[in-house]
């Protein structure tokens, strides 16, 4: 069996994620289903594509129930950009969409600076620079990291979300990735 | 605001980097593969490819490139040329591109930036613009059209683009220094971020623009010299531009 599933929204590019994992000698598969979901070691909710298709292709497959039920049993999720946002109650985006709701929080349109917000920069109090491209933003009570006044990570028993690309954060985003992937 | 961005440029052909790359320690230049990585290595914070020839049949070659680039490339890339409907950017995004730059075909049908930005997010939409005199060129700047350059900006980012991509015609190629005034232009009156392009011949060129806008695109400065990528980034930084800090590879 693969160390880790990346859920499968239907659409989108998956493809750097699991380049990175290979990068870093782990093998992945990319998946809704909700019994590989269950089983995996570690799971990766990528941030590719639009949140209210990503909403229904995980609702649809059962994905969005096997989401909850492991981050329930304490077990280990990621979360990459929209796939942090999906985790929180609610998004702005698309005219509004209900998440997956494992953490307390909404994303909302950003209103400071140039949106979309894209490029590198440092994320406090973690200390290295990496790569963003996003419209919307985190609120959330479990927010633990931010850059430039921005909420960039969220976290609550095992689901850990990061608004930024590990993988496409170079050796930065690389190290990150296996510091989460390391057992606890 | 991010950190300011430096983008080599890559032009392909057939699959293969074309114009202007001169390095001996390179085995094969013409790899877009192995040039993506050493970019990559050398402080690249994204990397562009523009597919010069787009005909259809270079499409299949294209996407496999974008394939092969993906799988061994940690930083952004972004994909032009050849983009001219939502499935040629389907194509390229599922292939691994992070974001695909629109030209010529966005002008023609500017409905096609907001059904990309739609499906994928406008952070993957990049408007290309080819300004010279005041308006916007097709075809490689070749042709001549009656669009004005800062409406055209407005109505992309309005549309959906998620960042334009600006190069002055007659300041490209030339090599020395950016379009100044006219990126500060476009930048003030969109609310977007901008790449500037065109006219880069050194680190205080690079500096000028990085200082009026958020990205520069760099071609044969960087092409003549690819192992000189991180002194330039050096030279940029000590003219007071902040970049991202590089760290020894693992």
Same mark, same amino acid.
């Given at each position: 069996?693969?160390?880790?599933?990346?859920?499968?929204?239907?659409?989108?590019?998956?493809?750097?994620?699991?380049?990175?994992?290979?990068?870093?000698?782990?093998?992945?598969?990319?998946?809704?289903?909700?019994?590989?979901?269950?089983?995996?070691?570690?799971?990766?909710?990528?941030?590719?594509?639009?949140?209210?298709?990503?909403?229904?292709?995980?609702?649809?497959?059962?994905?969005?129930?096997?989401?909850?039920?492991?981050?329930?049993?304490?077990?280990?999720?990621?979360?990459?950009?929209?796939?942090?946002?999906?985790?929180?109650?609610?998004?702005?985006?698309?005219?509004?969409?209900?998440?997956?709701?494992?953490?307390?929080?909404?994303?909302?349109?950003?209103?400071?600076?140039?949106?979309?917000?894209?490029?590198?920069?440092?994320?406090?109090?973690?200390?290295?620079?990496?790569?963003?491209?996003?419209?919307?933003?985190?609120?959330?009570?479990?927010?633990?990291?931010?850059?430039?006044?921005?909420?960039?990570?969220?976290?609550?028993?095992?689901?850990?979300?990061?608004?930024?690309?590990?993988?496409?954060?170079?050796?930065?985003?690389?190290?990150?990735?296996?510091?989460?992937?390391?057992?606890? | 605001?991010?950190?300011?961005?430096?983008?080599?440029?890559?032009?392909?052909?057939?699959?293969?980097?074309?114009?202007?790359?001169?390095?001996?320690?390179?085995?094969?230049?013409?790899?877009?593969?192995?040039?993506?990585?050493?970019?990559?290595?050398?402080?690249?914070?994204?990397?562009?490819?523009?597919?010069?020839?787009?005909?259809?049949?270079?499409?299949?070659?294209?996407?496999?490139?974008?394939?092969?680039?993906?799988?061994?490339?940690?930083?952004?890339?972004?994909?032009?040329?050849?983009?001219?409907?939502?499935?040629?950017?389907?194509?390229?995004?599922?292939?691994?591109?992070?974001?695909?730059?629109?030209?010529? &075909? #966005?002008?023609? %049908?500017?409905?096609?930036?907001?059904? $990309? =930005?739609?499906?994928?997010?406008?952070? !993957?939409?990049? @408007? +290309?613009?080819?300004?010279?005199?005041?308006?916007?060129?097709?075809?490689?700047?070749?042709?001549?059209?009656?669009?004005?350059?800062?409406?055209?900006?407005?109505?992309?980012?309005?549309?959906?683009?998620?960042?334009?991509?600006?190069?002055?015609?007659?300041?490209?190629?030339?090599?020395?220094?950016?379009?100044?005034?006219?990126? &500060? #232009?476009?930048? %003030?009156?969109?609310?977007?971020?901008? $790449? =500037?392009?065109?006219?880069?011949?050194? !680190?205080?060129? @690079? +500096?000028?623009?990085?200082?009026?806008?958020?990205?520069?695109?760099?071609?044969?400065?960087?092409?003549?010299?690819?192992?000189?990528?991180?002194?330039?980034?050096?030279?940029?930084?000590?003219?007071?531009?902040?970049?991202?800090?590089?760290?020894?590879?693992?």
């Amino acid at each position: 069996m693969s160390d880790v599933v990346v859920v499968d929204y239907g659409a989108g590019n998956t493809r750097s994620v699991r380049a990175a994992l290979t990068h870093l000698g782990r093998t992945s598969v990319v998946s809704s289903d909700p019994t590989a979901i269950a089983a995996s070691d570690y799971v990766i909710l990528p941030g590719v594509g639009s949140a209210r298709s990503a909403m229904e292709h995980l609702e649809a497959t059962g994905a969005a129930t096997a989401l909850r039920e492991r981050f329930n049993a304490g077990r280990r999720i990621l979360g990459i950009c929209l796939g942090m946002q999906l985790a929180l109650e609610h998004s702005d985006e698309d005219g509004g969409v209900d998440g997956i709701g494992l953490l307390e929080g909404s994303v909302t349109l950003m209103t400071e600076g140039r949106v979309p917000r894209l490029g590198w920069a440092n994320v406090e109090p973690w200390g290295d620079a990496y790569y963003f491209a996003h419209s919307f933003a985190a609120q959330s009570p479990d927010g633990v990291a931010t850059s430039e006044g921005v909420t960039v990570a969220v976290e609550r028993d095992a689901f850990l979300g990061v608004q930024f690309h590990p993988e496409k954060s170079g050796s930065a985003g690389l190290n990150f990735l296996e510091r989460c992937l390391s057992p606890v | 605001m991010p950190l300011a961005r430096l983008i080599p440029c890559l032009d392909v052909a057939h699959g293969r980097v074309v114009k202007g790359v001169n390095f001996v320690g390179l085995r094969d230049v013409g790899d877009p593969v192995e040039l993506a990585r050493f970019y990559s290595d050398g402080g690249a914070d994204e990397l562009v490819f523009l597919d010069i020839t787009a005909t259809p049949e270079d499409s299949a070659t294209m996407t496999s490139v974008v394939a092969d680039v993906a799988d061994v490339l940690e930083i952004p890339f972004t994909v032009g040329g050849g983009v001219r409907s939502v499935d040629d950017a389907i194509r390229i995004i599922e292939s691994g591109a992070d974001r695909v730059s629109l030209n010529s &075909a #966005a002008l023609a %049908d500017p409905s096609l930036i907001s059904a $990309i =930005a739609r499906r994928y997010g406008s952070q !993957a939409v990049v @408007v +290309a613009i080819d300004a010279g005199d005041g308006v916007v060129h097709t075809h490689g700047g070749r042709v001549e059209t009656t669009t004005k350059t800062i409406p055209w900006a407005i109505e992309a980012a309005s549309r959906g683009a998620g960042e334009i991509l600006l190069t002055s015609i007659s300041h490209d190629g030339r090599r020395e220094g950016f379009d100044l005034a006219l990126t &500060a #232009a476009v930048r %003030d009156a969109v609310g977007v971020p901008v $790449i =500037a392009s065109g006219g880069a011949g050194s !680190a205080a060129h @690079v +500096a000028a623009a990085l200082r009026v806008t958020d990205a520069a695109l760099i071609a044969s400065i960087v092409h003549e010299n690819p192992a000189g990528l991180p002194g330039l980034r050096r030279e940029i930084e000590g003219l007071g531009i902040r970049l991202r800090p590089m760290k020894e590879e693992t």
